[in-house]
């Protein structure tokens, strides 16, 4: 019964094919009969060749993507609901509250400085500026982002330094459900560290974390179990 | 969840033989930004026209969430009745800025009679308020006295904004809001549009073709073809993964800059 409440991820039968009207209805299944569950404090880490379909599964998870068939079951303030069958609504509150994801490419409205992107999230759930800037600057003195960058737009930074940007902008909340789409691929080992260090301190939280690492010195420094998305395939 | 702000229930619109838009059904909830894009002649602005009460449909119904009957069907309402509901709970801001302004009345007038409509008569408050709305909408006081017909036209859109949200609307219909300026006031203009809505906690629905202005600025997204709705679902989702064949040519013929 315990192991049960733990939970906060799963994912049972998950299938996904694209379907391209334009090129002659032509079908690109990309997996089917995916399941696995992620407890809280764990971290597993999506594995297979590229191409294999773990970002379109990360995506999947979090319903920027449409599934074909199966059930994607989130802990949402103490109650399980399917995103795959979820309202709009019900998926804009349970990315607003509980589920996170930090994507590849940083994707914002241009001209907000770096300061303001960072605590929009904050504000959004309505905490006041002040405190929400204060906590904005600490990550991004943590991620070394420099001082004289927060009051400008990011999109002018360097590959390096939006996709921390763009890791801050997740990380500043607390969710008690992350999906990483390979947060450390252009970073420097210290700036890497620094992203290890804050994906393990989310874990220690209590935050389950769904992530794709291809880096194995990342994988083994914040992964707790491994799902590889290749075999899952094979076997369906 | 929250109420249900505006419900659209198998709307339809023809003029004589040719179709606006057909059984079209929506919600809009309060605080959130529905967009509708579509090609041109899809019928995104008869829609619009129809949901905002400046066209009767053919068929179907709006209802609106009046403060004090609820859900009410606003083509059933008396005109007086309407003529209220558009100058307290909605703003429309058209594409063309000057169908919504009035151009013979300075700028702090045009955002002031807003206000007197709904029964401010202070005229040191009136000022005020639209001083704050101008600032808001980055149009310097200087500018305050002077007629519309001397500003750019990202000034006058901007205008008009100040004057469809001086009055907290819950609602606000935008058709094309961004169209028509160049890529650097339209930026502004998104961002200031995006800030506004969430402070306030305004609903709103926009018109436009622009994928890149619907992408940041909406919550929901329904796509137009040919007068039907076609799609329709979370905005990321829609783009990132649209499932109707003429959604994915749309979005497959964005050009990348």
């Keep these: 019964m315990e192991k049960i409440k733990d939970d906060m991820l799963r994912i049972d039968n998950l299938a996904k094919t694209f379907l391209l009207h334009n090129q002659g209805a032509k079908k690109l299944p990309v997996f089917q009969n995916i399941s696995f569950q992620v407890k809280a404090g764990e971290?597993?880490?999506?594995?297979?060749?590229?191409?294999?379909?773990k970002s379109t599964l990360l995506r999947a998870i979090y319903a920027n993507y449409l599934v074909q068939s199966g059930t994607i079951n989130i802990r949402h303030e103490n109650k399980w609901v399917d995103l795959a069958s979820a309202s709009p609504h019900e998926v804009l509150?349970?990315?607003k509250k509980t589920l996170g994801y930090v994507s590849q490419f940083l994707r914002v409205i241009p001209r907000i400085s770096t300061i303001d992107l960072v605590c929009e999230p904050l504000i959004v759930q309505g905490k006041l500026i002040k405190p929400a800037k204060a906590q904005a600057k600490k990550l991004l003195n943590k991620l070394s982002i420099p001082k004289s960058l927060w009051d400008l737009p990011p999109?002018?930074?360097?590959g390096g330094e939006q996709q921390r940007v763009n890791i801050a902008r997740t990380l500043i909340q607390d969710y008690p459900i992350l999906l990483l789409d390979e947060p450390t691929a252009s970073l420097d080992e210290k700036n890497r560290d620094a992203v290890i260090e804050l994906i393990n301190e989310a874990r220690n939280r209590g935050t389950a974390i769904v992530g794709i690492f291809h880096d194995t010195y990342v994988r083994e420094s914040v992964g707790t179990k491994m799902f590889n998305v290749e075999l899952a395939k094979k076997a369906a | 969840?929250?109420?249900?702000?505006?419900?659209?229930?198998?709307?339809?619109?023809?003029?004589?033989?040719?179709?606006?838009?057909?059984?079209?059904?929506?919600?809009?909830?309060?605080?959130?930004?529905l967009g509708v894009v579509?090609?041109?002649?899809?019928?995104?602005?008869?829609?619009?026209?129809?949901?905002?009460?400046l066209l009767q449909p053919s068929s179907g119904s709006v209802k609106f969430d009046t403060r004090v009957d609820g859900l009410k069907d606003i083509y059933l309402l008396s005109e007086p009745e309407r003529r209220l509901l558009m100058r307290t709970d909605w703003g429309v801001v058209f594409q063309?800025?000057?169908?919504?302004?009035?151009?013979?009345?300075?700028?702090?007038?045009?955002?002031g009679e807003r206000l007197m409509a709904i029964g401010a008569r202070n005229y040191r408050d009136i000022r005020n308020e639209a001083t704050d709305w101008l600032q808001n909408v980055e149009i310097g006081l200087e500018r305050m006295d002077h007629y519309p017909e001397t500003f750019s036209g990202g000034m006058l859109q901007r205008l008009q904004i100040a004057r469809n949200l001086v009055t907290k609307p819950r609602l606000v219909f935008m058709d094309e809001p961004t169209s028509g300026l160049d890529v650097s006031v339209q930026a502004r203009l998104l961002d200031l549009i995006r800030g506004l809505v969430s402070q306030l906690g305004i609903a709103c629905v926009i018109v436009s073709h622009d994928l890149g202005v619907m992408r940041l600025l909406s919550n929901r997204l329904i796509v137009m073809h040919k007068g039907r709705v076609v799609e329709k679902g979370l905005t990321d989702q829609?783009?990132?993964?649209?499932?109707?064949?003429?959604?994915q040519l749309l979005v497959s013929s964005i050009l990348p800059v």
């Design chain 1, 155 to 158: 999109a002018t930074f360097s």
């Design chain 2, 238 to 247: 829609v783009l990132d993964d649209p499932q109707h064949p003429y959604t």
């Design chain 1, 43 to 53: 971290c597993l880490v999506l594995t297979g060749a590229s191409g294999t379909g």
């Design chain 1, 93 to 95: 509150d349970i990315r």
């Design chain 2, 1 to 33: 969840m929250t109420n249900v702000l505006l419900s659209s229930k198998n709307l339809s619109h023809h003029y004589g033989s040719q179709v606006g838009c057909i059984d079209v059904s929506f919600d809009i909830y309060p605080g959130e930004v």
């Design chain 2, 38 to 53: 579509g090609e041109s002649g899809s019928g995104k602005t008869t829609l619009l026209k129809n949901i905002s009460g």
């Design chain 2, 96 to 111: 063309n800025a000057r169908d919504g302004l009035r151009m013979n009345v300075s700028a702090g007038a045009n955002v």
